[in-house]
């Protein structure tokens, strides 16, 4: 029997074991956000050796690109309470914006993280990485240069982008091209969100793709 697990940079993987998949997280990053979409990129491209990392707390990085272009370290929202967990596999930071005890968090997370690991290998895991257009919350000068970074490199995750289709200029399978996305307004929110942004219509999007 085939294991399915999910991996995303925002709470759409969330939405997708709860409503979907309907199982037991075998996903570490469950209720966490990747505030650089570069370090979502940079660990789904090289699994392998993060796979290895012990994860460590730390302190949001006030220079990181995020906390730059949202002038705050830490994502804010009117339903989250400051300050939240802030967890490290290296140089990766993950926010675990509705943790609010360290060590709770870092022993949840090592659980999961290490039946991640049991499974990472195995012949009957297919692991998805998703990553939304509307849910990258930096601002980048080349988008397509970021696309075309985290689809063409291959490892043994299977990575779906949904974004608009004038930015998919390799025709390629593994994106999710959204026509009413070509135009529209990059407006974002205080939390450095697009105020477009719906997740339940990107969670339906890429259910429909995995099956």
Not at 78 to 100: C, D, G, M, Q, S
Not at 108 to 125: A, G, I
Request: glycine share 2%; charged share 25%; proline share 1%.
């Amino acid at each position: 029997m085939e294991n399915i697990i999910i991996l995303s940079n925002t709470c759409v993987g969330y939405f997708i074991y709860r409503d979907y998949l309907k199982k037991e997280y075998d996903n570490p990053f469950i209720g966490s956000l990747f505030t650089n979409d570069i370090d979502y990129i940079n660990l789904v491209n090289n699994m392998h050796y993060y796979i290895n990392i012990e994860p460590k707390i730390g302190q949001a990085n006030e220079k990181s690109l995020f906390s730059l272009q949202s002038k705050n370290k830490y994502y804010y929202h009117k339903t989250i309470n400051y300050k939240y967990v802030v967890i490290y596999l290296e140089n990766i930071e993950i926010h675990f914006i509705h943790e609010k005890n360290e060590n709770e968090c870092l022993n949840k997370f090592k659980s999961r993280w290490n039946r991640f690991k049991s499974l990472f290998l195995q012949k009957n895991t297919k692991i998805y990485s998703l990553l939304s257009f509307s849910e990258l919350l930096n601002n980048h000068e080349n988008l397509e240069e970021l696309i075309d970074l985290y689809l063409t490199y291959k490892n043994n995750i299977n990575k779906l982008f949904l974004g608009p289709s004038n930015l998919d200029k390799n025709n390629d399978e593994k994106y999710i091209k959204v026509d009413e996305w070509n135009n529209i307004s990059l407006e974002r929110s205080v939390s450095h969100i697009y105020k477009f942004n719906n997740q339940t219509f990107s969670v339906n999007k890429f259910i429909k793709k995995i099956n």
